[in-house]
């Protein structure tokens, strides 16, 4: 793997370099499983970006307390410094989490989903709720004849 960031002319920072935060979300992204192909979830690839509307009505709220930072990029956030709220309440910078929400539509911290555009994606979602359910109803009608 390591070969790999060097054949993408990455390399470790030196003594006094400041880190490049872009390249730490690339390496975030591909750490999730954006770039690859071996995401083990029950969908058998990423879930699809958010939907543009979901993305839009996002809060952005400002930040009140020092010791809060982006987990995309991993920068604090400065007092007072304005950032977008998932329905989730983790905080990230708008040009972070925007640029996140293209490419998948899950929180990177919690995995909390926001709805996409995506017909194929949300009829999955519904269908594994569906599942779920019906589990959970064998599971109670089970309990009430066996106990
Ligand atoms: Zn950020
Ligand atoms: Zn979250």
Redesign the pocket.
């Known amino acids: 793997m390591a070969d790999y960031f060097q054949e993408m002319g990455w390399r470790e920072l030196q003594d006094g370099e400041q880190p490049n935060?872009l390249l730490h979300?690339a390496r975030f992204l591909i750490d999730f499983g954006v770039y690859g192909d071996d995401y083990s979830g029950e969908w058998p690839r990423l879930p699809p970006a958010a939907s543009k509307e979901a993305v839009k009505n996002l809060p952005m709220i400002t930040i009140q307390t020092k010791d809060k930072?982006?987990?995309?990029?991993?920068?604090k956030f400065r007092y007072n410094e304005k950032a977008k709220e998932l329905p989730c309440h983790h905080v990230?910078?708008k040009?972070?989490?925007l640029t996140w929400l293209n490419q998948t539509n899950s929180c990177p911290f919690c995995r909390y989903e926001l709805p996409t555009d995506d017909e194929e994606y949300e009829a999955f979602k519904k269908e594994k709720l569906r599942a779920e359910q019906r589990k959970e109803d064998v599971e109670t009608l089970h309990n009430s004849m066996f106990s």
Request: proline share 0%.
């Open positions: 935060h979300m930072s982006c987990t995309i990029c991993l920068l990230f910078h040009k972070c989490i």
